[in-house]
């Protein structure tokens, strides 16, 4: 939608032009599983008066002036757009039940949102599937926010089932650093910056080629066609226990290394599974990363804030990680690939490639456009293999309207590859993983 200059409407972030094109459109599907039957009768009154509110980009459009900027406009919101509850036969069987909820998650992946109202839809799904008494499906487009702005929303909404007076509450991260503040000598920092460098060149260099030149291997989980993002997805989840996933970090020290090696790891082995030999083609996963400095979630009050330190927004990176080859030994030995799969996101991270990304993008919106800097990110996605992400969720059981929450999951829709996973901790014992295919 065009409109002429407004003063009153509000300037787009780069990030949230990027994701929102006619190259590049990502949705966020965030799914919210319920214990008890969902009682909808609170459903517009809790829009109106909790999630409307809590940032106004949820009661806005994007439009674009004649110059080609683009920009959030506020609009009246018409909850009855927003808010649908689906209905299907009743008294049919938690299968019929799980196939339907399927197929509707996959419709509503594909389903783009009318340029004319605000990017964001509520789905009551009522019907008990295998996991859940029914399911709150939020579809919320990424420009709104990435995960962690989205997941603060949505947590804001939540209240703790022991005490809905007490705020939820987070596991904080540890810090390496020693006593004195210092994690290493400085002798041993000097050969730690040197590799540093070359891995920024090497890495960066990598970077910028996955955008244009080099790609993955065609494999079982990489088609190389074009169009996939347009294809009907399939979402699948598992659940492991964190005290399983934690006795692999005693060997490992990191838990989101231990998490993304046994991703890669059970990749590998479905690779190696639906095509012979595939285990040792080239791969790359694109395990996202969070650029803010964050020991948990904050209030949404606090990151709507100018100069706010963890802001609302899209504040995310990539890291590009080689998918180790799977060996004969390592079949019977996981830990081993395990730990490669470490020692290689280790070396990434040693690394300046994040930033320097950062400014070659912001470069080439300069430069070329918003639009040309989506097209570089769609084409490092489509010559990508796989997408890793993660979120932390809260150490209590949650309620919604006093409705026990089983768990909640996010996945993404619209980018332009076959595979993409997303983990989620919550209640400290549960560890989610969510495969999109």
Partial sequence: MEFERDEALEPMSPSSQYLRSSVLSLTILGILESEVPIDDSLTMPLVKDVFLPINHRFSSIMVSEKRGAKKWKRVEVNLKDHVKVPVFPIGMSNDYY????????SKLGMEQFP???????IHIFKYPTKNAAGNLIFKLHHSLGDGYSLMGALLSCLQRVDNPSFPLTFPTRQSNLGPNGNSRGFFRRV?????????????????VLKSSLI??????IRSGDDGVEFRPIVVTTTTFSIDHIKQIKDKLKTLNDVITGIIIFGTRLYMQKMEENSGKAKCT????????????????????KPNAEMPWGNRFAFLQVPIPKLTDSEL????????????LIKRQKNSASVFLTGLFLDAIRRIRGPEATSRCIHNTLKNSSLTISNMMGPM??????NQPVKGLYFVVAGA?????????????????CIFLL
């Fill in 98 to 105: 799980d196939e339907a909820f399927s197929e509707y998650l």
């Fill in 115 to 121: 340029p004319n109202r605000p990017l964001w839809e």
């Fill in 191 to 207: 050969p730690r910056f040197f590799t540093g460098l070359i891995n920024t060149v090497y890495d960066f260099g990598s970077n």
């Fill in 215 to 220: 790609e993955d291997d065609k494999s079982p």
């Fill in 285 to 304: 996963a694109l395990v996202l990363l969070n650029t803010r400095v964050i020991g948990g979630y904050t209030s949404v009050s606090e990151m709507i």
């Fill in 332 to 343: 019977s030995n996981p830990l081993k690939f395990v730990k490669k799969a470490r020692q």
């Fill in 396 to 401: 209590e059981k949650m309620a919604l309207a």
């Fill in 416 to 432: 332009p590859q076959v595979l993409y996973t997303n983990t989620s901790i919550l209640y400290s014992s549960m560890f989610s």
